[in-house]
């Protein structure tokens, strides 16, 4: 087994189209001591970690082209907003769940809206964890025993991928806030 | 001594804020966000939000002045201002935002009118305080004082 390098800093791809936002989770993720990189699109984190050029990204193919454009830059973890205009968090999720150099990376997902339905969705699909915003300290220091199990070598498969039709992001009714993620165990 | 003074003044004010309901906990989770390697958190937030909140409003106006009103698009603003005002912790702006969205699941443009007046009302509110207490920051700072952030 392979020791853990406590000097080495995770890299953390945050995504969310608001700029107050992501100051905070920069911040946030700063003061855990990892190294940030903020993203305003879903279409940009995909540029961001080489997907967007892929025709294909399905596990059947071969992931020639991911190659190519694949960054030097290592990810560790993306954290990203559900609602977003364009591709939202979901469908961001999904692809890189989709492609098989990158579905090993721990997504994690944000939320305004407390939506049970939403919140399956994403854990079916494979996100490691789903916040309420805003997020706070407690919830971002519980990235670090996702980034340390993937440190180093792979992990076990996920599950099989379900898809499942979302909901809309916006016009869903406001639910009073319920702090799901302390709930939530892994 | 005038730091003192001015110490208590800031504490106080502080307090009443989040007494009154106009600031909540995430005020304060940005606060502790701020400190000697990052002194100027709390005022660049805050003044994002008001760059933000600003921009949303007027957005908000020109949409219900529509005549046909798009009620995809003013959800999608106060979605946008309820997000960033529940980040700095602006509790009465996000609850009027919550009240807001409703009456746009309702598509009813009076109350979509009055709700908007009731969130620039709020907004204005809590911007006024803000300033204040940045102000009195900034004067614990340049007489001398470490900030009560």
Do not use: W
């Amino acid at each position: 087994m392979s020791a853990i390098v406590t000097e080495t800093q995770f890299h953390v791809l945050a995504v969310d189209d608001s700029l107050i936002e992501r100051k905070l989770i920069e911040r946030l993720l700063k003061t855990s001591s990892y190294q940030v990189t903020a993203v305003d699109s879903g279409v940009k984190a995909l540029e961001y970690l080489g997907l967007l050029d892929d025709e294909d990204t399905s596990p059947d193919s071969t992931p020639v082209s991911t190659t190519k454009t694949h960054h030097e830059v290592e990810v560790n973890l993306i954290i990203t907003d559900y609602c977003m205009p364009g591709i939202t968090g979901y469908d961001l999720l999904r692809k890189i769940k989709e492609s098989t150099s990158l579905k090993d990376i721990p997504v994690v997902i944000m939320s305004s809206e407390n939506v049970p339905s939403r919140i399956n969705s994403c854990l079916e699909q494979g996100a490691e964890e789903f916040f309420l915003k805003p997020v706070r300290q407690s919830d971002v220091n519980k990235l670090r025993p996702h980034l340390m199990r993937t440190s180093g070598k792979r992990t076990e498969d996920h599950q099989p991928n379900k898809r499942k039709p979302m909901e809309e992001c916006m016009l869903s009714p406001d639910r009073t806030r319920a702090r799901y993620n302390d709930d939530l165990e892994l | 001594m005038e730091v003192d003074q001015l110490q208590r003044t800031f504490h106080h004010y502080h307090a009443s804020l989040f007494n009154e309901g106009f600031l909540d906990e995430q005020f304060v989770q940005l606060q502790q966000l701020q400190d000697e390697s990052n002194p100027g958190f709390v005022v660049e937030v805050v003044s994002l939000f008001f760059e933000d909140s600003e921009r949303l409003l007027n957005d908000l106006s020109k949409a219900l002045d529509q005549e046909n009103v798009d009620f995809r698009k003013i959800d999608a603003h106060v979605h946008q201002l309820k997000g960033s005002s529940s980040s700095i912790g602006a509790q009465r702006v996000r609850d009027a935002c919550i009240a807001f969205r409703n009456f746009c699941d309702e598509r009813n443009i009076e109350a979509c009118l009055k709700c908007l007046q009731q969130v620039r009302q709020e907004y204005l509110l809590v911007k006024t305080k803000l300033e204040a207490l940045l102000r009195l920051e900034q004067q614990i700072v340049a007489a001398g004082g470490a900030s009560p952030m």
